[in-house]
T-cell receptor, first 115, second 114 residues
Framework: KAGVTQTPRYLIKTRGQQVTLSCSPI?????VSWYQQTPGQGLQFLFE???????NKGNFPGRFSGRQFSNSRSEMNVSTLELGDSALYLC??????????????FGAGTRLSVL | AQKVTQAQTEISVVEKEDVTLDCVYE???????LFWYKQPPSGELVFLIR??????QNEISGRYSWNFQKSTSSFNFTITASQVVDSAVYFC???????????FGTGTSLTVIP
């Protein structure tokens, strides 16, 4: 079955602009998590959505927001972009596997460059 | 608090050598889950393995093997007879008993030299 699809793959924006990233999870998966990956901070958790509700949120400013639609597709939005927002944004599709632990399957990411 | 430490930032080996990637974790949860992911240059994190805290049995999958030791809070990953295609950044991750947040280590960049 199809994997996790993230669009676009690359984005170039300027400071002060806003951006919306999209993620389509694996069919049947209802939970989506977002991560920011930078060389300095590594992989940092942004938030998780399950059945259109934000279930968990990382330590990021309010400029970072997200939502999930009824078909489980998710978007994340960053407003008033700053240079430090340049990063690879990864979306993970979560499923409950046997034993009670979720496995996160990742998309290829959206690489955002803020100029 | 949940924390994962991968002390090895970069490793280079010659093809066919064995290599072990170290992972040390911290958690207060009695039930937790450990993961390894591979990130090739394309950027996508590829799931390799999940281990539950109550299952310390080591696992082997082809050239890959994992050694889980609760006594030392370690979950090390060994690649036997390394190949150039193994070149990537490898991440160890921890998920606690509640919530779905994964805590990732800083990654180990492995270069296999032909």
């Amino acid at each position: 079955k199809a994997g996790v699809t993230q669009t676009p793959r690359y984005l170039i924006k300027t400071r002060g602009q806003q951006v919306t990233l999209s993620c389509s999870p694996i069919s049947g998966h209802r939970s989506v998590s977002w991560y920011q990956q930078t060389p300095g901070q590594g992989l940092q958790f942004l938030f998780e959505y399950f059945s259109e509700t934000q279930r968990n949120k990382g330590n990021f400013p309010g400029r970072f927001s997200g939502r999930q639609f009824s078909n489980s597709r998710s978007e994340m939005n960053v407003s008033t972009l700053e240079l430090g927002d340049s990063a690879l944004y990864l979306c993970a599709s979560n499923t409950r596997e046997t034993g009670g632990a979720n496995i996160q399957y990742f998309g290829a990411g959206t690489r955002l460059s803020v100029l | 608090a949940q924390k994962v430490t991968q002390a090895q930032t970069e490793i280079s080996v010659v093809e066919k050598e064995d290599v072990t990637l170290d992972c040390v974790y911290e958690t207060r949860d009695t039930t937790y889950y450990l993961f390894w992911y591979k990130q090739p240059p394309s950027g996508e994190l590829v799931f390799l393995i999940r281990r539950n805290s109550f299952d310390e049995q080591n696992e082997i999958s082809g050239r890959y093997s994992w050694n889980f030791q609760k006594s030392t809070s370690s979950f090390n990953f060994t690649i036997t007879a390394s190949q150039v295609v193994d070149s990537a950044v490898y991440f160890c991750a921890l998920r606690g008993n509640t919530g779905n947040q994964f805590y990732f280590g800083t990654g180990t960049s492995l270069t296999v030299i032909p």
